[in-house]
């Protein structure tokens, strides 16, 4: 019985029209250097800070500490911009599935490569939160964490504060490689894939999963997510 479900944010539970990729692209090119189709891909849902050195670094740069905060600053103004042109909105049916898991008893958390100040004014402008009259337990942003995914420690500081001990007990859900690789690392019992995002099921069933779904918001039909009968 799955009793807590993890998911990622962008791409995974909300709808940002692809604004992360397209901020985080031009953020890396602002320095004079081109970024590779497939190593965007691949940087998708890692911590950002992570993912600009990376990329910059592939792409034949020199990452230095002053240039990956800069451009850090300009991904996240790129982002609220976007965010500004077209709203985010929680992707179709996705509400409606977290608050199913959460009648069931299933906490919900939710986890990102944003650092605070970026998921936080994210998830207010639709109207989730976590604490008393909030649909959500816990949000993890990469502020709180050594080392963003593929690294599973967003997931065990989920469960940390949801008082979840057993990581077989977790369902780890994204729509990125590293979301599934991250959540193979923690030891979730459950470990999902979704279409939601920028990559085909091709891909990510390449990677390590038990479910590839075409939403998160087929996640209450899974068998682990349904009570044992008496």
Do not use: C
């Not at 602002?30 to 998708?44: S, Y």
């Not at 020199?62 to 451009?71: A, G, I």
Request: aromatic share 4%.
């Amino acid at each position: 019985m799955i009793e807590l479900a993890v998911l990622d944010m962008a791409g995974t539970t909300i709808d940002e029209a692809g604004a992360v990729y397209q901020a985080l692209r031009a953020a890396v090119e602002r320095n004079g250097v081109a970024v590779a189709d497939e190593d965007l891909q691949t940087w998708m849902g890692t911590d950002k800070r992570e993912a600009i050195d990376a990329l910059v670094r592939l792409a034949g740069g020199t990452p230095t500490p002053e240039l990956v905060e800069e451009s850090y600053r300009a991904f996240a103004e790129y982002l609220r911009e976007a965010y500004l042109a077209t709203p985010p909105q929680p992707l179709p049916g996705v509400e409606q599935a977290l608050a199913e898991l959460r009648s069931r008893g299933i906490k919900v958390a939710l986890t990102t490569g944003f650092s605070d100040d970026v998921a936080i004014p994210l998830l207010a402008a639709i109207g989730w939160s976590t604490g008393e009259g909030g649909n959500l337990d816990a949000v993890v942003t990469s502020d709180e964490v050594g080392r963003g995914r593929p690294a599973p420690y967003m997931i065990h500081r989920a469960m940390e504060k949801t008082g979840v001990l057993d990581v077989r007990a977790v369902l780890a859900a994204g729509d990125t490689a590293v979301d599934l690789q991250a959540g193979t690392n923690a030891g979730a019992g459950v470990v999902v894939g979704v279409l939601t995002g920028k990559v085909d099921q091709a891909y990510l069933a390449s990677h390590p999963h038990t479910h590839i779904l075409p939403s998160a918001a087929g996640i209450p039909a899974l068998p682990e997510t349904l009570p044992t009968p008496a």
